[in-house]
């Protein structure tokens, strides 16, 4: 337990230096696992979901297996299926065997001509006919059972984190990994594709009618304000925020919809004393002209198709790069091979700090790595990325 200690103290100060874009002692490497934890030992989610011990047993076997100094997917459990069970409709479905999707046809629940009704009040608006739409409890008529409900989903939703926190504080007390994640949020304009609009929506919107887009982003970005710092900063945690639309948007597009209220967003929540931690999902290097603007050293970014070389020579200077191991390389080359890629990508991006290795995108399935290749990967980097 004191050994744990102390590596959780090494590992702390190496992801808060690199984070804040300092050179720490050697570089770290964090985990994107979320169900591949399980796949990966071919245990099937709901088996996990339903038994503590499984779940426990299968995270401790494949972080004492591979290599990492922190997590940043918290530890998986059964809350949101119970929560979308109870109120009856949701934007994912689960599949039997617990893993989930995006359930076809669950997105666009608005209007094109609603703008000016999101726009007045986003939380009435979501309360009011988005939830209604979208929740089969929430269309019903007000009844004693209907609020018993209510209260069992929210009860079941806010006990999530307390049912698995068992199994993450072994992770940090066993094995010294530090957790990175305060919590998830989105950015305002993908709360409109996400939640509202869906592609072929949004895409239609920003074409006909972009100053009803950027307006609703602007009025949206006060209502998720609140939400997300309801709990105070952690010095030591970063809010994760995925970004969707952007990608697909020619940079005209995106200046005039979706930087507004991003960048308002991203400084008040930096004002506020918050770490921001994006996963640029895409390709986003006919954007960086823009992400210079971001705060300096106090946010990061997972990219996931661009460049490193190029996204260290243009951003390097104000944010910490993270990623450089894609999960492709991992399923379908050889050990060799993928320690080739990433000793490249140290060599040449991560030479001066402000870097941390992790796969490209969240680990889902077992297609997104070999463990032989993944153990491989990073006992190499953990071992030939020191500064000192």
Same mark, same amino acid.
């Given at each position: 337990?004191?050994?744990?200690?102390?590596?959780?103290?090494?590992?702390?100060?190496?992801?808060?230096?690199?984070?804040?874009? *300092?050179?720490?002692?050697?570089?770290?490497?964090?985990?994107?696992?979320?169900?591949?934890?399980?796949?990966?030992?071919?245990?099937?989610?709901?088996?996990?979901?339903?038994?503590?011990?499984?779940?426990?047993? +299968?995270?401790?076997?494949?972080?004492?297996?591979?290599?990492?100094?922190?997590?940043?997917?918290?530890?998986?459990?059964?809350?949101?299926?119970?929560?979308? /069970?109870?109120?009856?409709?949701?934007?994912?479905?689960?599949?039997?065997?617990?893993?989930?999707?995006?359930?076809?046809?669950?997105?666009?629940?608005?209007?094109?001509?609603?703008?000016?009704?999101?726009?007045?009040?986003?939380?009435?608006?979501?309360?009011?006919?988005?939830?209604?739409?979208?929740?089969?409890?929430? +269309?019903?008529?007000?009844?004693?059972? $209907?609020? @018993?409900?209510?209260?069992? =989903?929210?009860?079941?939703?806010?006990?999530?984190?307390? =049912?698995?926190?068992?199994?993450?504080?072994?992770?940090?007390?066993?094995?010294?990994?530090?957790?990175?994640?305060?919590?998830?949020?989105?950015?305002?304009?993908?709360?409109?594709?996400?939640?509202?609009?869906?592609?072929? *929506?949004?895409?239609?919107?920003?074409?006909?009618?972009?100053?009803?887009?950027?307006?609703?982003?602007? =009025?949206?970005?006060?209502?998720?304000?609140?939400? +997300?710092? %309801?709990?105070?900063?952690?010095?030591?945690?970063?809010?994760?925020?995925?970004?969707?639309?952007?990608?697909?948007?020619?940079?005209?597009?995106?200046?005039?919809?979706?930087?507004?209220?991003?960048?308002?967003?991203?400084?008040?929540?930096?004002?506020?004393?918050?770490?921001?931690?994006?996963?640029?999902?895409?390709?986003?290097?006919?954007?960086?002209?823009?992400?210079?603007?971001?705060?300096?050293?106090?946010?990061?970014?997972?990219?996931?198709?661009?460049?490193?070389?190029?996204?260290?020579?243009?951003?390097?200077? %104000?944010?910490?790069?993270?990623?450089?191991?894609?999960?492709?390389?991992?399923?379908?080359?050889?050990? @060799?091979?993928?320690? =080739?890629?990433?000793?490249?990508?140290?060599?040449?991006?991560?030479?001066? /700090?402000?870097?941390?290795?992790?796969?490209?995108?969240?680990?889902?399935? $077992?297609?997104?790595?070999?463990?032989?290749?993944? $153990?491989?990967?990073?006992?190499?980097?953990?071992?030939?990325?020191?500064?000192?």
């Amino acid at each position: 337990m004191e050994r744990a200690q102390e590596l959780y103290q090494e590992r702390l100060t190496r992801l808060n230096t690199a984070f804040a874009n *300092g050179k720490p002692d050697r570089v770290p490497i964090l985990s994107m696992a979320a169900e591949y934890v399980y796949r990966i030992q071919d245990i099937r989610p709901i088996d996990a979901y339903q038994d503590m011990r499984l779940m426990e047993k +299968a995270y401790r076997n494949f972080f004492s297996e591979v290599y990492f100094d922190g997590f940043l997917i918290p530890v998986i459990g059964r809350n949101k299926l119970d929560t979308l /069970g109870l109120l009856g409709g949701g934007t994912s479905q689960y599949l039997p065997d617990g893993s989930f999707q995006t359930k076809p046809g669950s997105i666009n629940v608005m209007e094109p001509s609603e703008y000016d009704d999101l726009i007045a009040d986003p939380a009435r608006f979501f309360i009011e006919k988005i939830m209604p739409r979208r929740f089969k409890l929430m +269309a019903e008529d007000y009844s004693a059972e $209907k609020y @018993e409900t209510f209260v069992e =989903a929210i009860r079941s939703l806010l006990a999530g984190r307390s =049912a698995t926190q068992p199994v993450t504080d072994m992770l940090k007390h066993e094995l010294g990994l530090v957790e990175i994640q305060q919590g998830g949020m989105y950015n305002p304009v993908d709360i409109i594709l996400d939640f509202l609009r869906d592609f072929q *929506g949004i895409s239609g919107d920003i074409k006909r009618r972009p100053e009803a887009v950027r307006d609703a982003g602007l =009025a949206i970005m006060d209502w998720l304000l609140a939400m +997300a710092t %309801m709990n105070p900063p952690d010095e030591h945690k970063r809010i994760t925020i995925p970004m969707h639309l952007p990608t697909f948007l020619r940079p005209k597009e995106f200046e005039t919809v979706y930087w507004p209220s991003y960048k308002k967003f991203a400084y008040a929540l930096v004002e506020r004393g918050y770490q921001i931690y994006y996963l640029f999902e895409g390709n986003y290097e006919h954007l960086h002209d823009y992400l210079q603007e971001l705060p300096k050293n106090r946010v990061s970014g997972l990219f996931e198709h661009d460049d490193l070389k190029l996204v260290k020579k243009n951003l390097g200077h %104000m944010m910490c790069i993270v990623g450089g191991m894609p999960t492709r390389m991992l399923y379908y080359q050889t050990p @060799e091979e993928c320690i =080739a890629h990433v000793k490249n990508v140290l060599d040449t991006v991560a030479v001066d /700090g402000g870097f941390i290795l992790g796969p490209d995108v969240p680990m889902l399935a $077992k297609t997104d790595g070999k463990l032989a290749n993944f $153990k491989a990967v990073n006992d190499f980097v953990h071992h030939y990325g020191l500064y000192s």
